[in-house]
C-alpha cells in the first residue's frame, strides 16, 4: 500500500461523535488548528444514545448554541425504571432532561463545528499511533491506503473499542457485559396498547424491564431486558423474529405492532482507562470510560470532558498554561468518571436484580422522596454537583459550575452563560473592590463589571475558567486580592509582563 504524508496540525481528534465534534469545536474557538479524522464513510442514521441532561444542556448554552437542540423536554428524569422521579427542577439550573436522537445531536454538533472551521475526514481509520518528546504521527487507513498525520497532541474520542487507547497502551479495567438488552426502534406503531398512553415508559415486570421513548413523531424506541438473559453480541445484530421473542418474554409486549427500522443488544460494560494523558495522546468520552447506556450519562460525562480538556489543551498549545495545567484534565475528570460509574452500576442493581432487590428498592424510594435526597442524586445525575480541588479558597462556589443568572453590563442585559460565549476565562466583578490585579491577564481572560438583576448572587467577584466552573470567588466583606492573583497564576499562567514563550508546541512533553 502506498503512503503519504499530511502536514503537521495542532490537535488531532479521532472519533466525528458527539464528544470529538464539542472538543474540535471548542479548540476552535482557541484559535487552535484542529483534523478530526472519523474511520465511518458517512454519519450514523441510528443512535444508541437518547438524552441530554442538565449540565450538558448548559455547557452548550455556555457557547451559544443550546437553542439548537430541540427535543421533548422533561423536568425530571426516571432512576432506575420508574422508581422514583429525579426532580431537576430542585436545581440550580434553567434545564432539565431532553430526548434527543443521538444522530440529530451528532447533526447540530458538525454544522456548529464546520461554522468554527474544523476539518472532518471520514473514512479514516486510525492503525497506529506514535509519539515523541515534540510530535504525535497517526498512521491513518484510508481508501485502501496507509498515510501518516502528524499533530502536536491526538485525542481519542474514538469510542469505547478505541484504537487510540489500544494503540497508546493505555489500561481499561473494569466489569465485562453480564446482561443483555435489545433494543429496536418502530415506526408504523399500534398503539392500542394502553402502555403508548403514557410516554416515556419505564416498567420493570416479573420477567423482565421494558422501556419505550418517543422518538420523532413517527417513530418509537423499545428496550427490553429478560431478567437473567446472558449477553449474546458475538452472534450479532439479533433478528427480528429473536427480537419479537425477548420482548414477550421479558414484557408481554408484542413488537407486531410496528415495523422495525433498527434492531440492536447492548450490555452493561463499566470499564475505565488507567489515565486519561499519556504524554501528548489523551483520551475523552467513552474512550476514556464506558458504561450502561442510561439516561444520557455517558454522553453528559463525554461532553463536560471535552469542555474541561479543551481550553487546557488550547492554553498548552498557545504557551501561557502554567505547569501541570493539562495534567488537571485526569486528575478532575477520572474521579468523576468514576462516581458516574458507580451510579450507573447501582442502577443497573436496582433495575435488573430479582425479587431480593425489592425490599431495597422500595427503601430507597422512601429516601428519594425527601427533598435534599432528591437533590443530591439529581445533581449527580444531572452532572450539576461537580465540584474541582480549585485550590485555597472558602467560598461554596469555588470549584463548582457558575450558574445562570441575569446581568446588564454597561445598560445591556446579558447573563452569566454569554459571558462564556468566547470560551475564555472571565473575571466577573458585581461589586467594586480590589480587582485590578487582574488587568495583566486580559489577553486571556475577559474582566467584566456587571449588576446582578435577580437576587443576591452572593459574589462580589469570580473568576471563572472557560469550562464555567469557577476559580476563584470572594464577597465585599472578604475581597482576596492575593487569593485572586494566586488564582489567576494557578489558572492562566504568568501575567503578561512575565511571560517568555508564545507557543507550547516547541517545549518537550515528557513521555
Same mark, same amino acid.
Given at each position: 500500500?502506498?503512503? #503519504?504524508?499530511?502536514?503537521?496540525?495542532?490537535?488531532? =481528534?479521532?472519533?466525528?461523535?458527539?464528544?470529538?465534534?464539542?472538543?474540535?469545536?471548542?479548540?476552535?474557538?482557541?484559535?487552535?488548528?484542529?483534523?478530526?479524522?472519523?474511520?465511518?464513510?458517512?454519519?450514523?442514521?441510528?443512535?444508541?444514545?437518547?438524552?441530554?441532561? /442538565?449540565?450538558?444542556?448548559?455547557?452548550?448554552?455556555?457557547?451559544?448554541?443550546?437553542?439548537?437542540?430541540?427535543?421533548?423536554?422533561? /423536568?425530571?428524569?426516571?432512576?432506575?425504571?420508574?422508581?422514583?422521579?429525579?426532580?431537576?427542577?430542585?436545581?440550580? *439550573?434553567?434545564?432539565?432532561?431532553?430526548?434527543?436522537?443521538?444522530? *440529530?445531536?451528532?447533526?447540530?454538533?458538525?454544522?456548529? +463545528?464546520?461554522?468554527?472551521?474544523?476539518?472532518?475526514?471520514?473514512?479514516?481509520?486510525?492503525?497506529?499511533?506514535?509519539?515523541?518528546?515534540?510530535?504525535?504521527?497517526?498512521?491513518?487507513?484510508?481508501?485502501?491506503?496507509?498515510?501518516? @498525520?502528524?499533530?502536536?497532541?491526538?485525542?481519542?474520542?474514538?469510542?469505547?473499542?478505541?484504537?487510540?487507547?489500544?494503540?497508546?497502551?493505555?489500561?481499561?479495567?473494569?466489569?465485562?457485559?453480564?446482561?443483555?438488552?435489545?433494543?429496536?426502534?418502530?415506526?408504523?406503531?399500534?398503539?392500542?396498547?394502553?402502555?403508548?398512553?403514557?410516554?416515556?415508559?419505564?416498567?420493570?415486570?416479573?420477567?423482565?424491564?421494558? =422501556?419505550?421513548?418517543? @422518538?420523532?413523531?413517527?417513530?418509537?424506541?423499545? =428496550?427490553?431486558?429478560?431478567?437473567?438473559?446472558?449477553?449474546?453480541?458475538?452472534?450479532?445484530?439479533?433478528?427480528?423474529?429473536?427480537?419479537?421473542?425477548?420482548?414477550?418474554?421479558?414484557?408481554?409486549?408484542?413488537?407486531? +405492532?410496528?415495523?422495525?427500522?433498527?434492531?440492536?443488544?447492548?450490555?452493561?460494560?463499566?470499564?475505565?482507562?488507567?489515565?486519561?494523558?499519556?504524554?501528548?495522546? $489523551?483520551?475523552?468520552?467513552?474512550?476514556?470510560?464506558?458504561?450502561?447506556?442510561?439516561?444520557?450519562?455517558?454522553?453528559? $460525562?463525554?461532553?463536560?470532558?471535552?469542555? #474541561?480538556?479543551?481550553?487546557?489543551?488550547?492554553?498548552?498549545?498557545?504557551?501561557?498554561?502554567?505547569?501541570?495545567?493539562?495534567?488537571?484534565?485526569?486528575?478532575?475528570?477520572?474521579?468523576?468518571?468514576?462516581?458516574?460509574?458507580? #451510579?450507573?452500576?447501582?442502577?443497573?442493581?436496582?433495575?435488573?436484580?430479582?425479587?431480593?432487590?425489592?425490599?431495597?428498592?422500595?427503601? &430507597?424510594?422512601?429516601?428519594?422522596?425527601?427533598?435534599?435526597?432528591?437533590?443530591?442524586?439529581?445533581?449527580?445525575?444531572?452532572?450539576?454537583?461537580?465540584?474541582?480541588?480549585?485550590?485555597?479558597?472558602?467560598?461554596?462556589?469555588?470549584?463548582?459550575?457558575?450558574?445562570?443568572?441575569?446581568?446588564?453590563?454597561?445598560?445591556?442585559?446579558?447573563? *452569566?452563560?454569554?459571558?462564556?460565549?468566547?470560551?475564555?476565562?472571565?473575571?466577573?466583578?458585581?461589586?467594586?473592590?480590589?480587582?485590578?490585579?487582574?488587568?495583566?491577564? *486580559?489577553?486571556?481572560?475577559?474582566?467584566?463589571?456587571?449588576?446582578?438583576?435577580?437576587?443576591?448572587?452572593?459574589?462580589?467577584?469570580?473568576?471563572?475558567?472557560?469550562?464555567?466552573?469557577?476559580?476563584?470567588?470572594?464577597?465585599?466583606?472578604?475581597?482576596?486580592?492575593?487569593? &485572586?492573583?494566586?488564582? &489567576?497564576?494557578?489558572?492562566?499562567?504568568?501575567?503578561?509582563?512575565?511571560?517568555?514563550?508564545?507557543?507550547?508546541?516547541?517545549?518537550?512533553?515528557?513521555?
Amino acid at each position: 500500500m502506498a503512503t #503519504n504524508s499530511r502536514s503537521h496540525t495542532d490537535v488531532i =481528534v479521532a472519533g466525528a461523535g458527539p464528544v470529538g465534534l464539542t472538543l474540535a469545536a471548542e479548540l476552535r474557538l482557541a484559535g487552535i488548528d484542529v483534523l478530526v479524522v472519523e474511520r465511518a464513510l458517512e454519519p450514523s442514521r441510528h443512535s444508541r444514545a437518547f438524552g441530554l441532561l /442538565p449540565r450538558t444542556m448548559e455547557v452548550w448554552e455556555q457557547r451559544g448554541v443550546a437553542d439548537r437542540f430541540t427535543g421533548l423536554r422533561l /423536568p425530571h428524569a426516571d432512576l432506575a425504571a420508574d422508581m422514583v422521579d429525579l426532580d431537576f427542577t430542585r436545581l440550580d *439550573t434553567r434545564h432539565g432532561q431532553m430526548l434527543l436522537a443521538q444522530a *440529530t445531536t451528532e447533526r447540530v454538533l458538525a454544522q456548529w +463545528a464546520d461554522e468554527l472551521g474544523v476539518k472532518l475526514v471520514r473514512g479514516h481509520e486510525v492503525v497506529g499511533v506514535e509519539q515523541d518528546a515534540g510530535t504525535v504521527t497517526v498512521d491513518v487507513l484510508t481508501a485502501g491506503e496507509r498515510r501518516r @498525520i502528524h499533530a502536536d497532541y491526538l485525542v481519542g474520542c474514538d469510542g469505547a473499542r478505541s484504537a487510540v487507547r489500544t494503540c497508546a497502551g493505555i489500561d481499561f479495567p473494569g466489569e465485562y457485559t453480564r446482561a443483555e438488552f435489545v433494543l429496536v426502534d418502530l415506526v408504523e406503531v399500534d398503539r392500542s396498547d394502553p402502555r403508548f398512553g403514557r410516554l416515556p415508559l419505564f416498567e420493570r415486570g416479573p420477567n423482565g424491564l421494558l =422501556v419505550i421513548l418517543p @422518538i420523532s413523531a413517527d417513530t418509537v424506541r423499545v =428496550v427490553a431486558h429478560e431478567y437473567g438473559a446472558p449477553y449474546r453480541g458475538g452472534r450479532g445484530t439479533p433478528t427480528w423474529e429473536e427480537a419479537k421473542q425477548v420482548f414477550v418474554r421479558a414484557a408481554g409486549f408484542d413488537l407486531a +405492532a410496528g415495523r422495525p427500522v433498527w434492531i440492536s443488544r447492548f450490555g452493561n460494560t463499566a470499564r475505565q482507562a488507567t489515565a486519561y494523558r499519556l504524554g501528548r495522546i $489523551l483520551l475523552a468520552g467513552d474512550a476514556a470510560h464506558t458504561l450502561l447506556p442510561a439516561g444520557g450519562q455517558g454522553l453528559n $460525562l463525554g461532553v463536560q470532558d471535552a469542555v #474541561n480538556l479543551g481550553w487546557k489543551l488550547a492554553a498548552e498549545l498557545g504557551g501561557w498554561a502554567p505547569p501541570g495545567l493539562l495534567d488537571t484534565y485526569h486528575s478532575e475528570r477520572h474521579p468523576v468518571a468514576g462516581q458516574v460509574l458507580r #451510579n450507573a452500576k447501582a442502577q443497573f442493581a436496582l433495575m435488573l436484580g430479582g425479587p431480593e432487590i425489592d425490599a431495597l428498592r422500595e427503601l &430507597l424510594g422512601e429516601l428519594l422522596a425527601f427533598e435534599h435526597v432528591n437533590r443530591f442524586l439529581a445533581g449527580q445525575v444531572g452532572g450539576t454537583a461537580i465540584r474541582y480541588d480549585v485550590g485555597e479558597g472558602d467560598h461554596p462556589l469555588t470549584g463548582c459550575r457558575l450558574p445562570y443568572r441575569p446581568l446588564t453590563v454597561e445598560g445591556e442585559r446579558t447573563d *452569566t452563560m454569554r459571558l462564556l460565549h468566547r470560551a475564555r476565562g472571565v473575571l466577573l466583578a458585581l461589586a467594586p473592590g480590589p480587582w485590578a490585579v487582574a488587568d495583566d491577564w *486580559t489577553d486571556r481572560i475577559d474582566i467584566v463589571r456587571a449588576h446582578a438583576l435577580d437576587t443576591d448572587a452572593g459574589y462580589a467577584c469570580a473568576l471563572i475558567r472557560p469550562d464555567g466552573h469557577v476559580a476563584w470567588a470572594a464577597t465585599a466583606e472578604k475581597p482576596d486580592a492575593s487569593g &485572586l492573583d494566586a488564582a &489567576l497564576r494557578r489558572w492562566f499562567g504568568a501575567p503578561r509582563g512575565e511571560r517568555t514563550t508564545d507557543r507550547m508546541s516547541e517545549r518537550p512533553v515528557e513521555l
